[in-house]
């Protein structure tokens, strides 16, 4: 009697399982960091767009738009939660400036915006990052999804590069 089994055996199904499953501990932090780095390029590429739009208006205004919220007794609307949802920056740069402004970062939080002096002649915008919550302003490239994105007067002064943590 000749035996014509076909198939696997036990043992070598268990090992492609554990190959596969080495292949996706390996695949899903990586595809993970993926995401929070597109998080961050989108929030970035929107703070620009909100930024073209405020630079727009003090084009032809000679001041950047009124920043709605509290102010701080040094005179500057920052970092109080002033939204951009909420703030009259929304009223002066829609849609003349800009079609739509983006309210929200990649993480679903609303961007901030301020006006650092009574003439309006500075801004600034954020993104909160991941954890939604403000950070302590190191300045410079930042390697941690939980810090601030910081845009002021035209570039960034703290902002994503390099690995992530």
């Known amino acids: 009697m000749t035996s014509n ?9 268990l090992i492609v399982v554990a190959i596969i499953g080495v292949i996706v501990a390996i695949a899903i932090p990586n595809l993970l960091n993926a995401i929070q780095r597109a998080k961050q390029k989108r929030s970035m590429a929107d703070m620009r767009a909100i ?27 920052w970092p109080v939660a002033t939204t951009i949802g909420a703030g009259t920056v ?15 970062d990649g993480w679903d939080n609303y961007f901030l915006y301020g ?3 009574s003439t309006n002649q500075d801004y600034m915008l954020a993104s909160y990052g991941r954890n939604g ?8 490239p930042t390697t941690d999804f939980n810090l601030d994105i910081i845009f002021c007067d035209g570039q960034f002064v703290q902002f994503p590069e390099g690995a992530q943590n």
């Open 5 to 13: 089994n076909k198939g696997f055996t036990l043992i070598e199904l």
């Open 51 to 77: 930024a073209t739009g405020a630079e727009a208006y003090a084009v032809d205004y000679n001041r950047y738009p009124s920043a709605a919220g509290y102010a701080l007794p040094s005179g500057c609307a």
């Open 90 to 104: 929304l009223q002066e740069i829609q849609p003349t400036y800009i079609r739509i402004a983006p309210l929200r």
């Open 115 to 117: 006006v650092c002096n």
């Open 133 to 140: 919550l403000s950070e302590a302003f190191i300045g410079g």
